[in-house]
């Protein structure tokens, strides 16, 4: 008996120095065209002296 996947999981992480919707749009660039997203998180990093980065991860599941 063969068994296949219907979908697998997976999930990006981008980073920005420049806004949060830079780091979404970074992640959502990488994220399979036929795949659907299932989540983001996205937190603020404080480097200190005024730099701040951006992280985003996208979780997604991809139809096979």
């Known amino acids: 008996m063969l068994v296949v996947p219907l979908s697998w ?4 992480t981008a980073d920005s120095d420049w806004n949060q ?5 970074r992640a959502r660039q990488q994220i399979p065209a036929d795949a659907t997203i299932s989540g983001e998180k996205c937190t603020t990093i404080e480097g200190g002296l005024g730099n701040t980065r951006y992280r985003c991860r996208m979780h997604f599941t991809d139809p096979q």
């Open 21 to 25: 919707n830079n780091a979404i749009e």
């Open 9 to 12: 999981a997976g999930s990006i």
